[in-house]
């Protein structure tokens, strides 16, 4: 009973010393006058920056819009271009190369096809051993399993094999 006496006593020491405190402040604060033309400043200077917030607010609602409705626009005139002025059909022209290549076998992968479409293959010609086509999974008789057979390579810019194509002798 006596310790809760004493914790009340501590308490009720403590809120007057607050108050009191308090009651200082409170008397300092109301000596402290604001003059009114630093107030209005103040009032001035607020409402020339929310003003500011406002339109930088409106301008970024509209700024979505505006980007959206111009690609649109724009998609809208390539399709209109390209419907009243079509591209005349070209006339492909064989060349002596192209004639020539039609009649080569065409190129087998060695790698995989998503491999192929990375970078720019170089082609190179060369001789190969008819073993190392069989190491492929190409059937060699073997007869030739000695031999250097001609061929036609697709190498990336590594020098790695990417497709193959075999030639006449």
């Known amino acids: 009973m006596n ?6 006593h501590k308490i009720s020491d403590t809120d007057a010393a607050l108050d009191q405190q308090f009651s200082l402040l409170r008397q300092d604060l109301q ?36 980007a959206g409705l111009l690609t649109m626009c724009g998609s809208f005139c390539l399709v209109m271009l390209t419907v009243l002025f079509p591209a005349p ?3 492909i022209t064989p060349d002596s190369t192209a004639v020539s ?10 790698v995989p096809l998503e491999r192929l479409d990375e ?7 060369t001789e190969v051993p008819a073993a190392w086509l069989a190491s492929l999974g190409m059937p060699v008789s073997p007869e030739i399993a000695g031999e250097m ?15 193959m194509r075999l030639l006449k002798n």
């Open 31 to 66: 000596e402290l006058n604001t003059p009114a033309s630093t107030e209005q400043a103040l009032l001035l200077a607020f409402t020339q920056q929310q003003n500011k917030h406002k339109k930088q607010a409106r301008s970024s609602q509209l700024r979505p819009w505006l």
């Open 89 to 91: 059909p070209h006339q």
């Open 101 to 110: 290549n039609t009649e080569l076998p065409p190129f087998v992968a060695l």
């Open 149 to 163: 057979v001609r061929a036609q390579m697709l190498v990336d810019e590594e020098g790695a094999p990417l497709a």
């Open 119 to 125: 970078g720019t293959p170089h082609m190179m010609e």
């Open 3 to 8: 310790e809760h006496m004493n914790s009340q």
